[in-house]
């Protein structure tokens, strides 16, 4: 999740947290902050560059969504019970990250009601966004489905791989490549 206004006091005490109690890490290109599978003992707050969360069986991905500047990265099962992440994130670019541990994190959570407001906010729009995914999984076509990622990641698309923007979208990269090259004479009539 994105802080949708750095600039209001309740995600500035979260950033103040982060920077304050956190250490800065930085992780090169498709380096792991999470692994699918294992238990996650940090969150972190994205500083610079992009993150993907990825689901692997076998040889096949699919990408949950994409992180970048100011979103918090973690695993809600292993934050909060202790449970393996279910999903991997791996850098797409060279980033940097404030990291906290996960059982300093829970503690602030439940000392100050800021942060409790945070956790709603942020489980809230977590939820939101998870049911629109699904929604539109189920009833939108794949075109569809790419005008929407487009719009939704307008400002960072070209920091996204084909593959990657194909494995969020649930299509294969041929199939992307289709709808882009249909999208693009669409737009020149």
Known sequence: MKFSNTSSPLNQGIRDLF?????????????????????????????????????KQGKKEWIKSFIFEGGVLGSLPSVFN????????????????????????????????????FLIQFLSTLYLKKEERVTDFLLLEPDKRYKKFIQEYQSVLGRISQIDQAAYLGITNVALSRIKKRTFLDNQK
Do not use: D
């Not at 059982?103 to 959570?109: A, D, I, M, R, W």
């Open 19 to 55: 920077i304050s109690h956190g250490k800065k890490i930085k992780l090169g290109k498709k380096e792991i902050f999470a692994k699918q599978g294992f238990p996650l003992f940090s969150v972190g707050l994205v500083e610079t560059g992009g993150f993907k969360l990825v689901y």
């Open 82 to 117: 202790q449970k393996p992440s279910t999903y991997s994130i791996l850098a797409l670019e060279p980033s940097e990250v404030f990291v906290l541990p996960v059982s300093e994190f829970k503690s602030k959570l439940e000392k100050k009601n800021q942060y409790k407001e």
